[in-house]
């Protein structure tokens, strides 16, 4: 019931906001204007930066999982990531990417899925410390720039807020791992079995950390080059930004629409560029919404290769959504249980 109501809330509310983006002819019109006169040399451009999104991230994946152990072949762990792409872009609903990634890599390494899924924690956690330190020293450098508008300094804070709260969840986690009190915690506390799972990556990861540390010098690459596949959107249709506007923007744009707000942030991220470089660099409401179009397109395109893998995946039948989510979550419940 809960997964149905979020699936709802997400499909009423990208549709709500689509529906504002397009409702005005005379800025469709302008839109697709702009994007008939596009650089295509641009286009691909920015197809090459989210190309160097997904390369980085992989190796970031394959490296932590060569390094406790778990020999998968580089071209498989790319098929299993290109797959997590797919879900976490089209896909309705709580199961993201990553828990198809999880589902997906069990059944290629079905003695050691306690090793594979601390992998995959760890790798979210690198990726998630690494999105904190980028963001917070672009808003530092760019804070001046950002309360020059209320609606975009509103934004900011509300970023440092999620900055925060998940600084907050790694620090909590960290402690309760280097204390040795993970299974002290309370059993109907919310998330106890990723905390749980959490603190033991780290244990497991506490030997070798020179690959964690170059698994977060990656992490930077992978974030910067996602938010560079938008200043090559803009180049592409001729839009008046600088660079380091493009760049100060995209971790707030970015991190909001990631939330499980909409369906892969459809309309929350076309509104987010509206009240971000609207105020700050006098765009036009058609012009923010065809770069939020354009760059997300740029992504469909690796997207639609992840649909394309997930088709042509066989590591075993391919099963029903919910019965994914429940072995995984019995997987981690088991690691969370054991001493």
């Known amino acids: 019931m809960k997964k149905a109501v979020l699936t709802t809330i997400q499909v009423l509310v990208t549709v709500g906001i689509l529906l504002w983006v397009f409702h005005d002819p005379t800025q469709r ?9 596009s650089n295509p040399g641009w286009l691909m451009a920015g197809i090459g930066c989210y190309g160097l999104v997904e390369l980085l991230a992989a190796f970031r994946w394959f490296l932590l999982l060569r390094v406790h152990g778990v020999r998968i072949s580089p071209l498989r762990v790319g098929a299993l990531f290109m797959l997590g792409i797919f879900f976490n872009m089209f896909m ?16 290629e390494i079905p003695a050691h899925k306690e090793k594979g899924l601390l992998a995959v924690l760890m790798d979210r956690v690198i990726g998630l410390l690494a999105l904190i330190l980028v ?3 672009i808003i530092g450098f760019q804070y001046n720039w950002l309360k020059t508008s209320p609606a975009s300094l509103h934004w900011t804070w509300v970023l440092l807020a999620i900055l925060v709260s998940s600084l907050g969840s790694i620090v909590f986690s960290f402690i309760i791992s280097g204390f040795g ?19 033991k990556a780290y244990n497991a990861y506490a030997r070798e950390w020179p690959a964690s540390l170059f698994a977060l010098f990656l992490s930077f690459g992978v974030h910067m080059s996602g938010f560079f596949l938008y200043v090559c959107a803009a180049r592409a249709l001729n839009l008046n930004l600088t660079t380091g506007a493009v760049l100060t923007v995209m971790p707030i744009i970015i991190t909001i629409a990631s939330l ?4 892969g942030g459809a ?12 105020p700050l660099c006098h765009l036009a409401q058609a012009d923010a919404k065809i770069l939020s179009i354009t760059g997300w397109g740029l992504t469909a395109v690796w997207g639609l290769v992840g649909g394309a893998i997930y088709l042509l995946y066989r590591p075993s ?23």
């Open 135 to 137: 963001s917070s020293a």
């Open 181 to 199: 009190l993970a299974h002290r915690l309370p059993p109907r506390l919310p998330m106890r079995d990723k905390l749980i799972d959490v603190s």
């Open 92 to 107: 309705p609903g709580g199961t993201g990417g990553d828990v198809l990634k999880v589902y997906f890599l069990f059944k």
């Open 267 to 278: 309309g929350v991220r076309e509104a987010m560029f509206v009240a971000m470089l609207g």
């Open 260 to 263: 499980p707000i909409s369906v």
């Open 317 to 339: 039948q391919h099963a029903k959504l919910r019965e994914v989510e429940r072995e995984v979550h019995e997987v981690e419940h088991e690691i969370a249980e054991t001493d």
């Open 29 to 37: 019109e302008q839109m697709w204007y702009a994007l008939k006169r």
